[in-house]
Every structure is written in C-alpha cells, then in structure tokens.
C-alpha cells in the first residue's frame, strides 16, 4: 500500500463539497454514486445505520497526521456517523466497540480495511480502490464494453481494477515494470472472468497507442503530453500522479485522481451494502 503523506491528504476535508462536484462534472455521478456502482448495489441499500470508527495504528512507521481524521471526514460526509477513537491500537478497537461501533476501519503500513462486525464483512482498500476507480471510468467515458483500456500496475488496486473492467466487458491490456506481475495478473483474470487480458512489454508505445488509461503505479510524471489525445480519459489512483505537468492541462477535464476519496466510499459502501 502506498504510504501517503499529512500533504497529501491535508486539504480533503474541507474540498470534499467542491469534490463531489467536479465528480459530478466529469462522471455525471456523486461520490456515494459512484461507490454504490463499484460495490454493487444502490445508495437506497446502503446501511447508514452502522456507526464508523476509524482507530490509529501505531505499528510500523507509525500514524500519518491527520489520517484517521480524513476516513472519518469521508464516510461522515457520506452519511455515517463516524469518529476517531481516542486510544491507539488494541485499546482502539475495544474503545471502539465500547463504544457501539459496528464498523471499524484501521490502515497500517500494509493494510488499509473496513470491518464489518456484524456481517464480518472485510473490504480491502487496495481492492476497493480498484474496484471504484474502474466505475468511476466507466461513468465518465459512457460505458468501457468492447473498448480499450490500458492498466498500468499489476499491484492490489491493479489488481482490482482488472477485475472489475473485465466485468464491465473492457478490452484490458496491462503493463508493469516487472512482466512476471503483468502475466500473472493476466492469468488470473482469466481464470476468474474468463477474458483475456494482453500484456505489453513497451510502456511508451503503450501509452502512445490507448486512449483509455487507468494508472494504479506509484510512479510520478511518466504520463507525457504527446501521450494524450482530446479521446484520452484517465484515472489515476496511484499517489503521485503519473501525469507531468505539461500534460495535465491537456486532460484535466478527463482525469480521475484523489488519494482516498473514492477508495473510502468503496470501502464503506462495501461493508454496509444490504442483500
């Protein structure tokens, strides 16, 4: 998981207004839309009962300032009622039932999950965020069945993101630094959906040949502006944006890019969707 910075995620709280409706703008759907999309179900069939508690986790390289204060800003705005535990760690999670939480959501250096202890439902971030980036793609370029996108990233939200394109009925290629992860990603979407997804071995002429790009790398300023088209559409969940700066007046219209937001609502909309 990519280990996020307090100024990555510092101005989310007070945007997320002016978030939702560049969302709007681009995709045609709010960010509690397009969660409902990617989990499956409708916002009506989202539980807005649960109650949210987001625990710091003091493990490895310790808490990101800010952080835990951010989720609960997200799935508050979203609807829940959400806080931050007081306590750390174990003492966190027993305060947070204590204090009647039915979800907790906690993130270490590995890890990003929502829990549900009720259903023992787990959403996993990196999935998630694969998952809702690839319906928010699908919403702002009109629908992705027979058309091309490229992946670029064969990591968790890669991962997740190939899944869940493959089941939209997208044509996928992908490309990752290391081909072994690109054929195994291949692989396994094919066994699981069915669709065969091609490798590419050449990231230039990759990007030089597909208009439709969805960028799950932790790589900065790779995406060029003769890479990009008045067709090109990109999401980017990746944390730095791999678009350059010359690029991005280019596209800026047609990119998806936040460090939590529609991971998050995934996520929450995952552990609280009702049958």
Not at 190 to 206: C, N, P
Not at 258 to 275: F, H, N, R, S
């Amino acid at each position: 998981m990519t280990r996020l910075k307090t100024e990555d995620i510092c101005h989310i709280e007070a945007s997320l207004e002016k978030y939702n409706r560049d969302l709007i703008a681009k995709t045609g759907a709010t960010l509690g839309q397009i969660a409902a999309y990617a989990a499956e179900t409708r916002e009506e069939k989202v539980c807005r009962n649960f109650k949210v508690a987001v625990i710091p986790l003091t493990c490895g390289r310790g808490i990101i300032e800010g952080f835990t204060q951010t989720i609960a800003s997200i799935t508050g705005f979203l609807g829940f009622n959400s806080f931050v535990t007081k306590n750390t760690d174990a003492g966190g999670v027993a305060e947070a039932v204590e204090k009647g939480a039915e979800i907790l959501m906690m993130a270490d250096d590995d890890k990003f999950v929502a829990i549900n202890r009720v259903t023992g439902r787990v959403s996993d971030n990196g999935e998630a965020t694969g998952r809702g980036y690839a319906a928010a793609l699908d919403l702002m370029t009109g629908g992705l069945r027979n058309r091309n996108v490229l992946i670029l990233g064969a990591g968790p939200v890669g991962k997740g993101a190939a899944l869940a394109l493959a089941r939209l009925g997208a044509k996928i290629s992908v490309y990752d630094i290391e081909p072994g992860c690109s054929n195994r990603l291949a692989e396994e979407v094919r066994e699981k959906t069915g669709i065969t997804v091609r490798t590419e071995e050449k990231l230039d002429r990759a990007l030089l040949v597909n208009k439709i790009i969805y960028d799950a790398t932790p790589t900065p300023s790779f995406i060029h502006k003769k890479h990009i088209t008045p067709d090109t559409f990109i999401a980017a969940p990746g944390i730095p944006l791999g678009v350059d700066g010359e690029a991005l007046p280019e596209v800026a219209d047609r990119l998806l890019h936040d460090p939590l937001e529609i991971g998050v609502a995934t996520m929450i909309y995952d552990v609280c969707k009702q049958a």
